[in-house]
């Protein structure tokens, strides 16, 4: 089962600062067609997830493009070029490359 | 508009068993995968299973294997998760979510709540 590994694991930002989130695979998540299947999500409070990024890099309609994501093999990132209030919650990768599909702990983004 | 709709969540006793529903619309059901997602209270996310358009493919936990089984009826728009020999750890929201998962999906409901405890 691939492990993905997320830090930090809390994230205090200043508002109007950037915040960036590393996830880590165990194994490379390069799949069979050349795709690599590392996506990000965001949940806030109380909220269902919602996708932010797909592939490592695509961005999801109507997500703001103060987000962006890179990386290749088993090193990713997601980017916030300057937070806002409404970014606060948790942020979680998760690789669709290797069944199990599997999610990293989480990073929770809050306000200093 | 997408919308996915879980129910069927409640208390339930350990070993007991409980049916979920996830009721689709504003999109053609038939022709996605579709998932199931969980999360323990306070916890992270943990995928459970997948099924294809045709129920020919279907992938589960390891840890639920031989317990959970997911089921769709496309003339209903409805997914299913028949939850068997339930345990204190499958606790959690579960989620309904469009598509396999590869790409993370795109589409998620709000959830319904599933307690295992006596």
């Known amino acids: 089962e691939v492990v993905i590994t997320q830090s930090p694991l809390s994230l205090p930002v200043t508002l109007g600062q950037p915040a960036s989130i590393s996830c880590r695979s165990s194994q490379s998540l390069v799949y069979s067609d050349g795709n690599t299947f590392l996506n990000w999500f965001q949940q806030r409070p109380g909220q269902s997830p919602r996708r932010l990024i797909y592939k490592v890099s695509n961005r999801d309609s109507g997500v703001p493009d103060r987000f962006s994501g890179s990386g290749s093999g088993t090193d990713f990132t997601l980017k916030i070029s300057r937070v806002e209030a409404e970014d606060v919650g948790v942020y979680y990768c998760?690789?669709?490359?290797?069944?199990?599909?599997?999610f990293g702990q989480g990073t929770k983004v809050e306000i200093k | 508009e997408v919308q996915l709709v879980e129910s069927g969540g409640g208390l339930v006793q350990p070993g007991g068993s409980l049916r979920l529903s996830c009721a689709a619309s504003g999109f053609t059901f038939s022709n996605r995968w579709m998932s199931w997602v969980r999360q323990a209270p306070g916890k992270g996310l943990e995928w459970v299973a997948i099924?294809?358009?045709?129920?020919?493919?279907?992938y589960y936990l390891d840890s639920v294997k031989g317990r959970f089984t997911i089921s769709r009826d496309n003339a209903k728009d409805s997914l299913y998760l028949q939850m068997n020999g339930l345990r204190a750890e499958d606790t959690a929201v579960y989620y309904c979510?469009?598509?396999?998962?590869?790409?993370?999906?795109?589409?998620w409901g709000q959830g319904t709540l599933v307690t295992v405890s006596s």
């Open positions: 979510a469009r598509g396999s998962g590869r790409d993370g999906c795109d589409y």
């Open positions: 998760v690789q669709g490359t290797h069944w199990p599909w599997s």
């Open positions: 099924i294809k358009q045709d129920e020919g493919e279907k």
